[in-house]
């Protein structure tokens, strides 16, 4: 059973940063982060696979930046200029292909809040 443990959330003020991590306890072909706002289905942030392409939600583009570190099984979500509308609860994910089939992992959440 792989183990995802995010941290970096928190309370900032409109126009800041925060920086996540997540830390798998094994090795994926796609690593990302979702959120989830109250009352709303969780949606995609970013992803990014193991060669480094990353793919964003139109809403973070240009703000947020995901990035990984192979050799430590760990992704991070550098978001900038962060809105109201950012405000959610961040999930990690760890997406890994097998013959099995698809199987996605999820880390327990982080909250990040954006207000005055």
């Known amino acids: 059973q792989v183990q995802l443990v995010e941290s970096g959330g928190g309370l900032v003020q409109p126009g800041g940063s925060l920086r996540l991590s997540c830390a798998a306890s094994?090795?994926?072909?796609?690593m990302g982060w979702y959120r989830q706002a109250p009352g709303k289905e969780r949606e995609l942030v970013a992803t990014?696979?193991?060669?480094?392409?990353?793919n964003y939600a139109d809403s973070v583009k240009g703000r947020f930046t995901i990035s990984r570190d192979n050799a430590k099984n760990t992704v991070y979500l550098q978001m900038n200029g962060l809105k109201a509308e950012d405000t959610a609860v961040y999930y990690c994910?760890?997406?890994?292909?097998?013959?099995?089939?698809?199987?996605?992992?999820w880390g327990q959440g982080t909250q990040v809040t954006v207000s005055p």
């Open positions: 094994g090795s994926g072909f796609r």
């Open positions: 994910n760890l997406r890994i292909f097998s013959t099995s089939g698809i199987s996605d992992y």
């Open positions: 990014i696979t193991r060669d480094g392409a990353p």
